[in-house]
T-cell receptor
């Protein structure tokens, strides 16, 4: 069993829909990251969370440390949101952090 | 300057070649990372440098040799690679205990 599980693996939505991607983990963590990767490579860090909730534009990320669960929400989805969304847990703080990645959720938003 | 740059963007090499990948950041981050990503898989950590010293080596074969000549630069020297080493190689950097900033990656093909 992977230490980080994401669901769903694939998601298709119509423009304007509210989207939720879930992440569960089984280890103690110091922080959780949500990352976005568009086709062609580059990874963008969306959020780093250690508790509670963060919001940036149409994106909202929440984390429940006791339940070892996080969600990424996209409101009013748009085709440009189509990408792979990756949950990663940070296993220690300090100068260098080691991330363990989930397998990603492939999101396709259609017109 | 708030980005991580990687060169080259694409690299094709034979199994007997020696080549190097380069990663640079000028954000003052003291931790730098090399990841390998195969198609439709999450990134896998290869190496972590902290204050220009190698702090994590994830049992990477010796045909991959990292080098951190200064706090802004990270190299990955490649020698005698195998076709299965073909992948996207991602570099990242982070300030102490905070989110990682990823570069756009080098897409490597080994013939």
């Amino acid at each position: 069993k992977n230490e980080v599980e994401q669901s769903p693996q694939n998601l298709t939505a119509q423009e304007g829909e509210f989207i939720t991607i879930n992440c569960s983990y089984s280890v103690g963590i110091s922080a959780l990251h949500w990352l976005q990767q568009h086709p062609g490579g580059g990874i963008v860090s969306l959020f780093m969370l250690s508790s509670g909730k963060k919001k940036h534009g149409r994106l909202i990320a929440t984390i429940n440390i006791q339940e070892k669960h996080s969600s990424l929400h996209i409101t009013a989805s748009h085709p440009r949101d189509s990408a792979v969304y990756i949950c990663a847990v940070q296993l220690r703080t300090g100068t260098a952090s080691k991330l363990t990645f989930g397998t990603g959720t492939r999101l396709q938003v259609t017109l | 300057d708030t980005e991580v740059t990687q060169t080259p963007k694409h690299l094709v090499m034979g199994m007997t070649n020696k080549k190097s990948l380069k990663c640079e950041q000028h954000m003052g981050h003291r931790a730098m990372y090399w990841y390998k990503q195969k198609a439709k898989k999450p990134p896998e950590l290869m190496f972590v440098y902290s204050y220009e010293k190698l702090s994590i080596n994830e049992s990477v074969p010796s045909r991959f040799s990292p080098e951190c000549p200064n706090s802004s630069l990270l190299n990955l020297h490649l020698h005698a690679l195998q076709p299965e080493d073909s992948a996207l190689y991602l570099c990242a950097s982070s300030p102490q205990g905070y989110e990682q900033f990823f570069g756009p990656g080098t897409r490597l093909t080994v013939l």
